[in-house]
């Protein structure tokens, strides 16, 4: 399914409210540049969108032995 997981190219999005546990939102084979730019962004596919709002947001850069466990 992701012809370059092994090479680095494959994403994972994760939150978790006490910091120790962590859930896997999202998954994604995306072919970038060494570099890449992260930040935070909301989506509201099926429905008319809203507000929203954020707070004790961490953003890690870390490599993990199991993604969908995200440990």
Do not use: W
């Not at 939102?25 to 809203?50: C, M, N, W, Y």
């Amino acid at each position: 399914m992701y012809p370059n997981c092994f090479e680095g190219f494959v994403f994972c999005t994760h939150y978790s409210l006490d910091g120790e546990n962590f859930y896997m939102v999202r998954l994604f084979h995306l072919p970038v540049e060494k570099t890449v730019k992260v930040g935070i962004e909301d989506q509201s596919p099926a429905g008319e969108g809203g507000l929203r709002f954020y707070s004790h947001i961490t953003l890690e850069n870390k490599t993990v032995k199991n993604m969908r466990a995200g440990k």
